[in-house]
């Protein structure tokens, strides 16, 4: 009988998967849709000279800030970092390397990965300092740069719903990074705030299907967060 993916905590989901020096992708848009707990087990393990491809790096000390907080972060592969003070300071500091990407580029590079596409050619950043160091090609009167896929050695993320065949539904702007990383590593993890047994979804409403998640953990509890508030006036 197949062992079971649902693991009892993250800690136990991520055991015997970590290493220095890996490649990890953390799906989530700015502090949507992040991993949180699977961070805060990453953390716990003290493994060093990580890489990690993310759409951006948290914010000080939350989401992928923590790892920036313990320095176990050699290498991020991003299109946006601007909410992060300790990042700031750790680049400028040579630190911390950091690969920046049109963000677009940086989705379909992941999904490349994924779908074993190991390169791509894009009109995006052509001419620019994106381009430096890349191979470059015409296609019909225009120029495009080459851009390679990316696979890691793990993925961790977070889905709204789970079953415990690893099928999974996202919500909202959680549906960001999430599904493409899903498929993109050796390993997946997932985190999900909900957990149902096997058949209980609609198969048209499954996102993610279990055969790219080998780890699901449930939450217990959910910490949401706001990158930046902005409200106005409540009107007389």
């Not at 989901?13 to 490649?23: T, Y």
């Not at 991993?35 to 990690?52: D, F, K, Q, Y």
């Not at 990407?101 to 050619?121: D, K, M, S, V, Y």
């Not at 390993?187 to 048209?204: I, R």
Request: glycine share 12%; charged share 20%.
């Amino acid at each position: 009988m197949a062992l079971s993916k649902v693991h009892a905590s993250a800690t136990e989901a991520l055991a015997g998967l970590l290493r220095n020096d890996m490649l990890i992708l953390s799906g989530g848009f700015g502090l949507c849709g992040i991993p949180s707990a699977l961070i805060a087990a990453i953390r716990e393990a003290g493994v060093t000279g990580l890489t990690i491809v993310s759409n951006n790096a948290g914010v000080d000390g939350v989401g992928l800030g923590v790892l920036l907080e313990t320095k176990q972060v050699k290498k991020m592969v991003s299109s946006y970092v601007g909410e992060n003070k300790l990042f700031m300071q750790q680049f400028l500091a040579n630190e911390l390397e950091i690969e920046f990407n049109p963000q677009g580029t940086l989705a379909e590079r992941i999904r490349a990965g994924g779908a074993g596409i190991p390169a791509f050619f894009t009109r995006t950043g052509y001419g620019t300092a994106v381009a430096e160091g890349k191979e470059t090609r015409e296609f019909d009167g225009n120029w495009f740069v080459m851009e390679r896929g990316i696979f890691g050695d793990l993925a961790v993320i977070h889905a709204w719903k789970g079953d415990t065949e690893g099928n999974l539904i996202y919500r909202k702007t959680a549906r960001n990074f999430n599904p493409m990383m899903a498929s993109a590593a050796k390993t997946t993890v997932v985190e999900v705030e909900e957990l149902y047994e096997p058949g209980t979804f609609d198969p048209d409403h499954i996102i993610t299907p279990g055969i790219y998640v080998q780890r699901i953990v449930k939450l217990d509890a959910v910490d949401k967060r706001i990158e930046q508030r902005t409200v106005r006036k409540r009107a007389a």
